[in-house]
């Protein structure tokens, strides 16, 4: 109830305008982020710019497709860059967002053969699609084989043209790999989900039930309401906030003037079990992302965040959307944990982006300059690259990208207050103290097959005979064995080289047959060892693949 009502009053703080127009957004994981990662680096379209703000806004995104598709048509400059399977991959985006075409596109008023249910009105739209998979695997080190079966559905819709909306819900039952399992065991968390059962040999099931309802006020600002997944940055991991602790509830506006993109976001997070020590407190994070483009090809962001507990109540200082976070927590003389960094995104030559973030939990400049490895120093960084058509292989697309966090970055001394959700990490999947190498590689040589390959290596510090070594981001700060002498890598060193190659068959629109395989070996400095290698095959309709990359 305490949620409805935080809901309600920042929705009576923002909804003061004639709802205008709709918007609708990609689910994150989606067989479009590839298209549209590669129209964002060849197209430099308005649309793109923010693009580090997923899900993406589909409502803007058609528009520029559609730009795009029409110059092509007409043979202009970027012709040149648009491969056959790119024709194709637009064609099919524009097919499945059509409620958003031009009235003069030819997918206007055409029915979509792929929808299960498609009722098409002047003043109503709504598609409703089966959400089924099935993934078999065995494991070397592991007796057990494991699986995956998932099954419900999803709905997407347009009201009047005016409100759009979205619902995903399935039922699933799985046996994780080896190591997943011990790292639910670990933090009673299953990776991506919040509530979850475990069954008969050592099975997990969970609800996945997603939904939001989208409006536009002014035609400069989008608003949106739902229980979902958020995802804040152009790599294949964020600082700043990811998929990996699962849904939320939130609220997020987002303002456009000129050049700027303003995004407000407010979400109630799920404070940890069995640690918290304010049992009856709510848990809150706050987020302003503020961007620039300086140029076409060129964008900046300022990410600024807090994350506090409160009895009962939202910490109104936080309410208004144009504010300071971290100016406005010190103001306040609150306890609360405040983050702030940079986004950065570069396109060059139509070919390649540079990016990156850094993170600045808390640091000082003369301690910095010591060199003596004070604990406080909490900071990290991101740089990457992605290459597409890569050595002039049309759709081959290659990405490095390198993460790197102090010890006790993202941690606080108040367990409602520290960087998780749900006994996970809001940001990166390894929480805080690690050096992480990505290289990537994406390939689709036909219009409906998929391959793709990744392989990781990292270090981190871990905790060593009962002692906090600051990369468990639960664990409060104030219980260190020293306030020097902290480096990456501090405690019990593991090493981690994490392999995977999967291919995906499009057998229909959103139907999928994949196989694959996964080999990780994880070593403690202290002697103990872990290798394993997972082979899986399966099928999924209108559902993203999940993977374990860890």
Known sequence: MQSIKTIVTILIVFFCGKILAQTSYTPLGHKEYNLLERLDIKSKQPAFGASYQKPYNVRLLVKDVETIDSL???????????????????????????????????????????????????????????AVQFRYGTETDNKQTNYLISGGLEAKGLIGKKVAFNIYATGNQERTPAYVRAFTNKFHAVPGFSNYTIVDSNAVQYFDIRGSVQWTLAKAIDM???????????????????????????????????????????MQLTPQFGIVNKANFKKYLRINTLSTDITRWLNIGIFDAVVFGRENQFELDYLLPFTFLRAMEQQAGSPDNALMGLNVKANINQQVQVYGQIILDEFLLSEIKANRG????????????KYIDAFKINNLDLQAEINRTRPFTYTHFDSVSNYSNNN???????????????????????????????????????DTAGQNMGTNILEDYKIRTTNYGWKV??????????????????????????????????????????????????????????????
């Not at 040149?80 to 075409?101: G, P, Q, V």
């Not at 009722?119 to 709504?126: H, Q």
């Not at 949106?224 to 958020?230: A, F, N, P, S, V």
């Not at 403690?524 to 209108?542: D, H, P």
């Open 72 to 130: 092509q048509r007409n043979n202009n400059r970027i012709a040149a860059t648009i491969s056959k399977i790119d024709k194709y991959n637009i064609t099919r985006f524009l097919m499945t967002h059509k409620e958003y075409t031009s009235s003069s596109s030819s997918f206007n008023n055409k029915k979509t053969s792929f929808n299960v249910i498609e009722i098409n009105k002047p003043k109503f739209f709504m598609t409703v699609n089966p």
């Open 224 to 266: 949106q309401i739902g229980y979902d997944r958020i995802f804040i940055g152009n790599g294949q991991r964020s600082l700043f906030l990811s998929d990996f602790s699962g849904n939320s509830l939130f609220f997020k506006s987002n303002l456009r003037l000129w050049r700027f993109n303003f995004e407000s976001l407010y």
């Open 374 to 385: 004070w604990w406080a120093n909490k900071y990290g960084y991101q740089l990457g690259v």
């Open 424 to 462: 996970m990490p809001v940001a990166h999947p390894l929480g805080a103290g690690f050096q992480e190498y990505i290289l990537a590689a994406k390939y689709q040589p036909l219009k409906k097959l998929y391959l793709d390959a990744k392989i990781i290596y990292y270090y981190q510090g871990q």
């Open 489 to 550: 890598g501090s405690g019990d060193k593991a090493t981690c080289i994490y392999f995977n190659a999967n291919a995906a068959y499009e057998f229909k629109e959103n139907f999928f047959i994949d196989a694959g395989i996964a080999m990780r070996n994880y070593h403690l400095a202290s002697g103990t060892t872990n290798n394993t290698v997972i082979f899986n095959v399966g099928f999924r309709w209108n559902i993203s693949r999940r993977v374990y990359e860890f």
